[in-house]
């Protein structure tokens, strides 16, 4: 899943389409994820969204983390 943050007040529509009915609507700055991508329209689970609006959000693991560090 990406997670991407919504730039503009966006409506969730019931397919990947402008024509597609308004199911709901996101408020700017809302944080969204996307299961699938069709054709620049992201589903977020309620319905879809158009990409146009969205900023990925990029998250970067810290360089010190230490994975399964055992002290013997």
């Known amino acids: 899943m990406n ?8 409506n969730i529509r019931s397919t ?11 408020k700017r700055n809302a944080i969204v994820e996307s299961t699938n991508n069709i054709g620049g329209w992201h589903n977020i689970g ?12 990029i998250e970067v693991e810290p360089k010190n983390r230490i994975i399964n560090c055992h002290h013997w």
């Open 3 to 10: 997670k991407f943050k919504v730039i503009s007040e966006l």
């Open 16 to 26: 990947p389409s402008i024509n597609g009915i308004i199911v709901g609507l996101l």
């Open 46 to 57: 309620k319905g879809w969204v158009s990409g146009k609006f969205l900023e990925a959000i």
